[in-house]
């Protein structure tokens, strides 16, 4: 079965840190696209980086664009989400999601494959 599971959430100051994981079973990451979404109450859902795991290349959402850094670790097939100098409009739940598609297609999916339950980020002012 294949499954994605996130953790690492909370609340968190603003400028504050916080980092997610993403724990992946059952795909093969050759090919794989895994991003980073978020979902904030009232609004449409937004991705915010994806990474293929077998190269490393990655994209980013303009609004995390030098505070947010995504990244693979292939041995424990988990994907990260290291997320600096928070800010309250980041609040959201995130989730991390897949597909075999190129990182820049999963950045602008709204359709992906397979998708974790998330983990809620509060940054609080």
């Known amino acids: 079965e294949r499954q994605l599971v996130e953790s690492g959430g909370g609340l968190v100051q603003a400028g504050g840190s916080l980092r997610l994981s993403c724990a992946a079973s059952?795909?093969?990451?050759?090919?794989?696209?895994i991003g980073w979404f978020r979902q904030a109450p009232g609004k449409q859902p937004e991705g915010i980086s994806c990474i293929r795991s077998s190269d490393g290349t990655a994209y980013y959402a303009d609004s995390v664009k030098g505070r947010f850094t995504i990244s693979s670790d292939n041995a424990k097939t988990t994907v990260y989400l290291q997320m600096n100098s928070l800010k309250p409009e980041d609040t959201a739940l995130y989730y991390c999601?897949?597909?075999?598609?190129?990182?820049?297609?999963?950045?602008?999916?709204?359709?992906?494959?397979?998708r974790g339950k998330g983990t809620l980020v509060t940054v609080s002012s």
């Open positions: 059952g795909f093969t990451f050759a090919n794989l696209a």
């Open positions: 999601a897949a597909d075999r598609i190129t990182p820049w297609d999963c950045l602008y999916s709204s359709d992906m494959e397979y």
